[in-house]
């Protein structure tokens, strides 16, 4: 049972260029999150999703996009690579909303040079 | 809006000794908390939430909404607790998270 996979692990951008960070969950469950780790500042949601096709933003939108096309992918694309994004990237997802709990990805370290 | 306030960034105590990690939240609406653990080179994962009310490795958490805090304690501190805590709210669709506190268990 994979869990939530994110790939790739590790990645380095020059300014400006773009990329798309995958996640993907083999457990049926509706809602997708992305956060973003960074030291001292905790995570900070991006968008989430409560199923394909529903995306919403979350705190730190700005610079991101998703898509939601089906269940089991939420990819989070990058379009101008800033360094204010070099980060720790997670992808979670959960069954429900409420008192359901979040099972995360192992992370994407991003760094924009 | 809602927020989670976790004051501590570092702490550090001695095996044995008591820990308490906290949290405060602000929530107009009947919020759902949790605490999820961060140990060295594994995933985020949950240690405990508020509506179950169970004791996970000999953590507890009390939800005291007169003074909106749901407080991590553990009496017994061990080596293996050192790791990252995250306090977290979920208001409904989403779930947010506080800053983290890094607890560092000294032998």
């Known amino acids: 049972n994979a869990g939530v996979t994110q790939t790739p692990k590790f990645r380095i951008l020059k300014i400006g260029q773009s990329m798309t960070l995958q996640c993907t969950q083999d457990?049926?469950?509706?809602?997708m999150y992305w956060y973003r780790q960074d030291p001292g500042m905790g995570l900070k949601l991006i968008y989430y999703?409560?199923?394909?096709?529903?995306?919403d933003k979350g705190e730190v939108p700005n610079g991101y996009n998703v898509s939601r096309s089906t269940t089991e992918d939420f990819p989070l694309r990058l379009e101008l690579a800033a360094p204010s994004q070099t980060s720790v990237y997670f992808c979670?997802?959960?069954?429900?909303?409420?008192?359901?709990?979040?099972?995360f990805g192992s992370g994407t370290q991003l760094s924009v040079l | 809006a809602q927020r989670v306030t976790q004051p501590e960034k570092l702490l550090s105590v001695f095996k044995g000794a008591p820990v308490e990690l906290k949290c405060n939240y602000s929530?107009?609406?009947?919020?759902?908390l949790f605490w999820y653990v961060q140990y060295s080179r594994q995933r985020l994962q949950l240690l405990l939430r508020?509506?179950s009310r169970e004791s996970i490795k000999g953590f507890t958490a009390d939800l005291n909404k007169g003074e909106t805090s749901f407080h991590l304690k553990k009496p017994f501190a061990q080596e293996e607790d050192s790791a990252m805590y995250y306090c977290?709210?979920?208001?409904?669709?989403?779930?947010?998270f506080g800053a983290g506190t890094r607890l560092t268990v000294k032998p």
């Open positions: 457990m049926n469950h509706n809602y």
């Open positions: 979670a997802s959960r069954l429900g909303q409420g008192n359901e709990k979040l099972f």
């Open positions: 977290a709210l979920s208001g409904g669709d989403d779930m947010r």
């Open positions: 999703s409560v199923g394909a096709g529903i995306t």
């Open positions: 508020h509506i």
């Open positions: 929530y107009s609406g009947s919020p759902e």
